[in-house]
């Protein structure tokens, strides 16, 4: 399987990195999953899933040594939920995001990161899911520039004022992974997709409150985003 012609660096490398993931068992990557909690109880060799193992070791341990342990709680989680879903390659686009942005911006990192950990309801997979589609997405589309773009937003969105609001937290929440997810998807260039996040990033400034960041996104996407994709 090759490459495609591909002008967004970001995406060039984790595309890259995605295909070669391919060689990795089925199993492998979720079985290095286990790095997090200390605990090598593999069904494979450690040799075998070095290459997967290695990569979630580094995210674990870029977020550990910067002594941010909510941002360790939010990869952690979003770690966890990542390795139960249906399609592999969603687990691999993940890990090789997150490592990229380990290697690349870790004050970005730890920023998603924590932000997960701090706005997330127990046991919420549906807004796990979308953070993890979310950053993945614009990891791969804007790079790390985009990541801290997506920073502020998620910021924006947690701080809205939800005195006698209509909408919790946790639905602006889901919208707005929803709603990143596509900004950046559907642009057709590296500058299209971080000059989408930036006007949405924008737009919940301005909004404020949480029912006219709900409304905003409605008015920016559609009121169902998350249809649009997988």
Do not use: H, W
């Amino acid at each position: 399987m090759a490459i495609g012609p591909v002008n967004n660096p970001y995406l060039q490398q984790i595309l890259f990195q995605n295909l070669s993931s391919s060689t990795i068992q089925p199993n492998q990557l979720k079985d290095s999953t286990q790095l997090l909690n200390a605990a090598m109880n593999a069904k494979n060799s450690t040799a075998s899933i070095s290459a997967a193992g290695s990569k979630i070791n580094n995210v674990s341990q870029t977020i550990r040594s910067s002594g941010d342990m909510q941002a360790f709680e939010g990869f952690q989680t979003a770690m966890q939920r990542a390795s139960t879903a249906a399609d592999p390659l969603q687990l691999t686009r993940f890990v090789n995001s997150a490592s990229y942005a380990a290697n690349n911006d870790a004050a970005a990192l730890n920023s998603a990161f924590a932000g997960l950990a701090r706005t997330m309801g127990q046991n919420d997979n549906a807004l796990v899911d979308g953070f993890n589609k979310a950053f993945t997405a614009t990891v791969e589309q804007t790079g790390t520039t985009g990541l801290k773009t997506f920073n502020q937003g998620l910021a924006s969105v947690e701080k809205a004022d939800y005195s006698n609001s209509s909408v919790s937290l946790g639905d602006n929440l889901k919208q707005y992974f929803a709603t990143v997810n596509q900004a950046v998807t559907s642009g057709k260039s590296e500058e299209e997709s971080r000059s989408n996040l930036q006007r949405l990033a924008k737009g919940i400034e301005i909004s404020e409150k949480a029912d006219d960041i709900y409304k905003f996104f409605n008015e920016f996407t559609g009121p169902d985003p998350e249809k649009d994709f997988a």
